[in-house]
């Protein structure tokens, strides 16, 4: 188990580097806070209440502690905002389309997907006949499901897990919450689909939340020095 991190040191850190990159640019203080504010033990709670699963620690830590969204690796971390009424996490500001955890189920590695498609699919009475160059059933779940086929082939793929941070040129990195695997990361590229590969450090180790986004904090700090 890793050791607690004291968030709070890791917020004025992180802070510190956005003050410090807006004066290597000449531009003033922004009228903008660094982070989005923390949650509350109340409303970290209506989360999980809502949810019906438990956040992982290091994550649920960080939302009481530095906020429930701020800058991360590679661009920025999504939002976890309450809207209308319920709460969802929030990329680039588009209320419009929050990513609502399905806690239906584990999230499904990699390695199992195509079992799990073929699962969903018999369910649905439907015997699957053409798996894609892409490792996926797609022309099955159109078949199957019709419209909604795309959509819920989608939204099967992330069940279990919360699209945690957009990484540019269609890469994404996914937290798990739900699983044997709960609270590592997942690392997504479009280009690849559907693998999702475990997101490691240097040594080969599995990245948790808090170790993935301190080994970026620390990065960023030595780059600047």
Known sequence: MNPRIDWSAVRERVVALEGAKRGVNDRGPSPYPV???VLTPDEIAEVEAQYGVGLPDEYRAFLAEV???GPGPEFELTSLRRIGGSWGWVWDDDEAHPWLLDPGGPFVETEGWAAQQVATLRA?????TDRGEEDHYLDDYRE???????ELLYLERGRGAIHI????????TWLVMVGPHRGELRHRDCALDPPFEPSVDARGNR?????WYLEWLERRERAAR
Do not use: K, L, Q, Y
Not at 124 to 128: I, V
Not at 165 to 172: A, P
Not at 207 to 211: D, K, S
């Open 67 to 69: 906020g429930a969204g």
């Open 165 to 172: 941070s957009d990484d540019g040129c269609g890469m994404t």
């Open 207 to 211: 990245h948790t939340f808090g170790t």
């Open 35 to 37: 982070f989005e504010p």
């Open 144 to 150: 199957a499901f019709g419209d909604a086929g795309d």
């Open 124 to 128: 649905a009475g439907h015997e699957p």
